[in-house]
């Protein structure tokens, strides 16, 4: 079977997803079209924990390279308390839908280092 | 060496392709100066987004007095055995090599506002025109009646990273299984609010694996409550039973005393001979170059603009982490980096142009209790009022499940590998 990239930053978000415990079904809300330039700003929020090279020591999952409506979805999910996280869930709360997708564009338009 | 192509294309130097760019706000020289004073959590990420996000438009230096960067976030970890201490050292080679900032091995000891230069130990003057100061705090060591800068030997601190922190080791390796440990707290505020409780944590955890499980630890604190108390109680009467006795001040009445020579303490309440050995933790206040510049009154912090992280008193000036008067925000490593891009991202839009977004912020500090057992607290915090002021938060809770605190600390680990490399890679 050949994967296309999108297969393979798919398998990537759920192994984040994984490392988090979560299960629940993703939500696919609309097209993310985000604002890159905005997505680079908040996305310094980010990585003070997950890490802009796309590595992890396994506790806090990567975040770099993912399908962006699966960003979103995720976000959205969080930020309605829908997954577990704490962390998480507070940084979602105050994240509008079009920040959301500005984070998703900017993390989706990078990829992971070896 | 300029940035990469990669480095400029993935940071948030890409804010500056982007966004439409505004009108430099100096004229008239090459490039920009922007001097960063103070290596750590807020210094070296200042540098390192401003230099990344301008793409080697400013000119940025970076002054720091140490070879290495010695994290105090973590440092609990190397006294209580999960982390050697080559595991909290960090070097800044990176900074220069990757975002061609400028390293300045020195001790900035001055600032010349009027002249808008900073003055190094050696009388060497590097102008700027702005000054991002991270400089972190001073103990202020005449806090605790008996203790001086020259009982810290006898008495460390541990509150600094190096020497003294490996010598809260070397200590605590050394105490009888019939030793008392006295830990003396500072008021608020003060770096890192669950440090010291973190820190007890370790030495039972120590002195429990280690087979010393008649030795205690008594924290005397000034404070009536402290960070995370309704979580760390709790969990050490789990975990240590009844090693860790915490007494406020309603209950010791006060330090009155402490003598390093024969390792005692004596309190209103009762007086402590021949301790195992004392950790005093004493007050502190904003480093000393922010103080002498006027920047922050006596025995105090800066106060800073919130939504900028400028001082109130140098508008040229941005003040960040345990050195400024953050509001609700409390001195923590990740507070300190988080504020560094609210800095950032504003020196960056004012000499070059670029976006410059609302200012937004955010904290959480992990402790550890035991192993696999982590506990957390943090919460997002935004400009009102003229303050930093909290608008939501978050605590682990009392009794939550093995699973759970064990994947905090599995957090907590991540956390320090990605906010180092948000520092120094």
Not at chain 1, 53 to 80: C, H, K, M, N
Not at chain 2, 45 to 57: F, L, N, V
Request: charge should be neutral; glycine fraction near 10%.
């Amino acid at each position: 079977m050949v994967r296309d990239g999108t297969d393979r930053r798919s398998a990537r978000f759920q192994a984040g997803l994984a490392l988090l415990g979560c299960s629940a079904l993703l939500v696919t809300p609309g097209h993310a079209a985000g604002d890159p330039a905005l997505g680079a700003y908040l996305a310094s929020e980010c990585t003070a924990c997950h890490q802009l090279s796309g590595r992890s020591t396994g506790g806090i999952p990567p975040i770099v390279g993912w399908p962006e409506q699966q960003f979103v979805a995720a976000l959205d999910s969080y930020g309605r308390k829908q997954r577990d996280n704490p962390v998480m869930q507070t940084i979602a709360a105050r994240l509008s839908p079009e920040e959301m997708a500005a984070l998703a564009a900017y993390f989706g338009s990078l990829q992971p280092k070896p | 060496m300029k940035p990469t192509r990669r480095d400029l294309a993935t940071g948030s130097g890409a804010l500056l392709a982007m966004g439409a760019l505004g009108t430099p706000a100096v004229l008239g020289q090459a490039k920009p100066r922007v001097v960063v004073v103070g290596g750590g959590p807020g210094g070296a990420t200042a540098a390192k987004y401003i230099a990344r996000d301008s793409q080697g438009a400013i000119a940025v230096t970076l002054v720091e007095e140490n070879e290495t960067y010695q994290t105090c976030f973590h440092s609990n970890l190397y006294i209580g055995g999960f982390k050697s201490y080559d595991a909290i050292v960090h070097r800044y080679g990176t900074l220069a090599a990757t975002y061609g900032i400028t390293l300045v091995r020195s001790r900035a000891t001055q600032i010349d506002r009027e002249g808008k230069q900073i003055v190094l130990a050696d009388g060497q003057r590097i102008p700027y025109d702005r000054l991002v100061l991270s400089p972190g705090i001073d103990l202020k060591y005449d806090s605790v009646p008996g203790w001086s800068k020259e009982a810290e030997e006898a008495m460390p601190h541990g509150w600094k990273p190096g020497r003294q922190t490996q010598l809260i080791k070397q200590k605590l390796d050394a105490v009888p299984d019939d030793g008392t440990i006295v830990m003396i707290c500072p008021p608020n505020p003060y770096r890192c609010p669950p440090g010291p409780y973190e820190r007890a944590s370790m030495f039972a955890h120590v002195l429990k694996t280690t087979g010393r499980t008649k030795a205690r630890i008594v924290i005397l604190d000034p404070k009536e409550s402290f960070s995370k108390q309704g979580v760390f109680m709790p969990d050490w009467e789990k975990r240590y039973g009844a090693m860790i006795e915490w007494l406020g001040p309603k209950v010791h009445d006060g330090i009155k005393s402490v003598d390093p020579k024969t390792g005692t303490v004596v309190t209103g309440f009762e007086t402590y001979e021949n301790c195992a050995f004392v950790n005093v933790i004493p007050a502190q206040m904003a480093g000393a170059i922010a103080r002498d510049a006027g920047l922050a009154p006596a025995g105090g912090y800066c106060a800073i603009d919130p939504a900028t992280m400028k001082s109130t008193a140098d508008s040229n000036i941005f003040v960040l982490g345990d050195a400024c008067n953050a509001g609700d925000m409390p001195k923590s490593a990740f507070s300190a980096n988080n504020q560094a891009k609210v800095a950032a991202m504003v020196v960056r839009s004012e000499l070059v142009g670029g976006p410059n977004f609302p200012a937004r912020y955010f904290n959480t500090c992990w402790s550890l209790v035991d192993t696999d057992d982590a506990i957390k607290v943090g919460g997002r915090y935004e400009p009102k009022d003229g303050r930093i002021a909290a608008v939501e938060s978050f605590i682990s809770q009392p009794g939550e499940s093995d699973e759970v605190r064990k994947q905090t600390q599995a957090e907590n680990m991540a956390w320090y590998d990605a906010i180092c490399a948000d520092m120094f890679s």
